[in-house]
């Protein structure tokens, strides 16, 4: 049991890829072989380029909000995200094949009752049509393409439903015995203070040369700004007054609390002398980008720095070269920019990334010879601390280690087979014999009984799913049309 804990890492081995919320991305060049129309073709059932265009699109923004809206094409490129869709796509092919096989089908019925029970279709509790159709069209969707991938999801859950077997209390037990089997430890703990690195600058440039591509300059913008300053009119009581009203939730504290028009008349008035230059910023606007006038000033930024807004950013590094912005506010003024050149990462040289580089090779160097005194050590830990018996859980029973020190090492220990060794975190390493072994808790299977019967329903059906998928790709053909263009 100890040997084999690692396969308790529950993982998913398909995910359904969902339509609602899917956008178009624009996104690569591909080209096609002699059906054009499918991305690839698994048995009888083909992969539609429709399919792939939402399935991708869905997924590139789920990256996209999960990295703060910084996700670009080239990242996506890098992390594989074309390949990630379209292998997701051939796992449900395989599995609509074996639906097809085994005369598994789903109802309109089912798909009407499906629709009618998703929330977002929904209008004070019930379904409401016209609510469905305007989701829909701002989706840009047909009902109909809506309803048949709805079709292929609820076919692709009534199929994996067949190979989602219960268990048995002995599965339940073994699974909550290796869950919360304990260990009894002796175990010493080292920390920087016990290793001495000596840093030599040849070192430090050979580090430096075979990792280059760790230290790239950042990705900046050559821009042209003109600044159109604010009126320097002093607005009449009148119209502080009426701008007030208009606009008083625009004015808040720190707490979210309108403010009282005498304490915001200050932030008032330079709203309005914003607005009244307005007009002459998009003048200003038309100019530079006709070539009438000249930018104020040229400067070279880093993306995302802080002169500009994020929202300012965006624009900048969704316009080509040689496009000027429409005029921004910009600390209280207008700035009318013209995107000169994007200045590409390259590596930085030895000088620049210097500090980078040694503190880099610094960390590294202590690691291995943190690992190196710890794993020595232990082959005799006869001075070390002992534990009681210990658990995943148990973040608070190996001092000096802090619980988020433990927590990490549990998971470790807890994932090896080895019954000595040396555990390496994050600025520290931890020599460990384990003197003691108990398989079974009562008590925390008790309390956890919902949670380990779940998963390890969860880890049988997973391991059953996977290994019919493994049969069903030598069963059916696998052909696949889309290339990406270099």
Do not use: C
Not at 346 to 360: C, I, L, M, N, Q
């Amino acid at each position: 049991m100890q040997k084999h804990r690692k396969y308790l890492v529950i993982t998913i081995w398909i995910s359904t890829i969902a339509f609602v919320g899917a956008g178009f991305v624009g996104w690569g060049t591909y080209q096609y072989g002699s059906k054009s129309n499918s991305v690839a073709m698994v048995g009888s059932i083909p992969v539609t380029m429709e399919e792939f265009q939402y399935a991708y699109g869905n997924a590139y923004q789920q990256y996209n909000r999960a990295m703060g809206g910084t996700l670009d094409e080239a990242t996506a490129k890098q992390m594989g995200l074309q390949k990630q869709v379209l292998q997701s796509l051939i796992y449900q092919a395989l599995i609509k094949n074996f639906a097809k096989d085994h005369g598994i089908v789903v109802s309109e019925e089912e798909v009407q009752q499906a629709i009618v029970a998703i929330p977002a279709f929904q209008k004070d509790g019930k379904f409401d049509k016209s609510t469905y159709i305007a989701v829909l069209q701002n989706m840009r969707m047909k009902p109909k393409t809506f309803e048949e991938s709805l079709k292929n999801d609820l076919l692709i859950q009534k199929a994996l439903s067949l190979l989602t077997p219960g268990t048995v209390p002995l599965e339940i037990e073994a699974f909550g015995s290796a869950i919360f089997m304990a260990d009894k430890l002796r175990y010493k703990v080292f920390t920087p203070d016990d290793v001495t690195i000596e840093i030599q600058n040849d070192d430090l440039k050979q580090y430096w040369e075979s990792h280059k591509e760790n230290y790239m300059t950042p990705k900046r913008f050559k821009l042209a700004i003109l600044w159109i300053a604010p009126s320097n009119e002093t607005p009449t009581d009148e119209a502080v007054k009426t701008y007030y009203k208009e606009h008083r939730t625009d004015f808040t504290d720190d707490k979210g609390q309108i403010l009282p028009l005498d304490k915001a008349k200050e932030r008032i008035a330079e709203a309005i002398r914003l607005k009244q230059a307005k007009k002459s910023a998009q003048l200003a606007y038309i100019d530079l980008k006709k070539s009438r006038k000249k930018a104020d000033e040229e400067k070279v930024l880093d993306a995302g720095d802080p002169i500009f807004t994020a929202e300012v950013w965006q624009a900048i590094e969704g316009a080509v070269a040689g496009t000027v912005l429409k005029p921004k506010v910009v600390n209280g003024k207008y700035a009318v920019i013209k995107v000169e050149e994007l200045i590409l990462p390259k590596p930085k040289s030895f000088e620049e990334a210097y500090a980078d580089v040694k503190a880099d090779y610094l960390k590294t160097k202590r690691a291995e010879a943190l690992i190196r005194l710890a794993e020595d050590a232990s082959k005799n830990l006869e001075g070390g601390q002992e534990s009681d018996y210990v658990t995943r859980d148990s973040v608070d029973k190996l001092p000096p280690l802090t619980k988020e020190e433990a927590t990490v090492f549990l998971q470790k220990l807890f994932a090896s087979d080895k019954a000595s060794g040396a555990i390496l975190l994050d600025n520290k390493a931890v020599s460990f014999h384990i003197l003691e072994q108990k398989l079974l808790n009562s008590d925390k299977l008790s309390q956890h009984k919902a949670f380990i019967e779940e998963n390890a329903g969860k880890m049988k059906s997973n391991l059953l799913q996977s290994n019919v998928i493994a049969q069903l790709q030598q069963k059916y053909p696998i052909e696949i049309f889309l290339k990406e263009n270099e």
